[in-house]
């Protein structure tokens, strides 16, 4: 069964970078389209990009076009999130998300704080 688990996330100020790391185990990631989503305290998940699994093709949230930008390391069966020009709107818990099929497995999130 395969596990994810979000790393890479902490406290950065306004217009830092930061970049988030899913790693799989039990099973290779290239195998699932993998998507990102945050959480802000007292808000809904959204979506914030994803990329296909055999097409590679990737999709990001308007909130993020230009800012973020999501990749695959198929050595190190990670997805990373490069996370540029943050703000203070980004703060959030983010999580990550295989999905194939009817299947879909989540990480534990990880949190990212924007403040000065």
């Known amino acids: 069964q395969l596990q994810l688990v979000e790393s890479g996330g902490g406290l950065v100020q306004p217009g830092g970078s930061l970049r988030l790391s899913c790693t799989g185990s039990g099973n290779a990631l290239n195998y699932y389209a993998i998507a990102w989503f945050r959480q802000a305290p007292g808000k809904e998940r959204e979506g914030v990009s994803c990329i296909g699994g055999s097409d590679g093709n990737t999709v990001y949230a308007e909130s993020v076009k230009g800012r973020f930008t999501i990749s695959r390391d198929n050595v190190k069966n990670t997805v990373n999130l490069q996370m540029n020009s943050l703000k203070p709107e980004d703060t959030a818990v983010y999580y990550c998300?295989?999905?194939?099929?009817?299947?879909?497995?989540w990480g534990q999130g990880t949190q990212v704080t924007v403040s000065s």
């Open positions: 998300k295989a999905e194939r099929g009817w299947t879909n497995y």
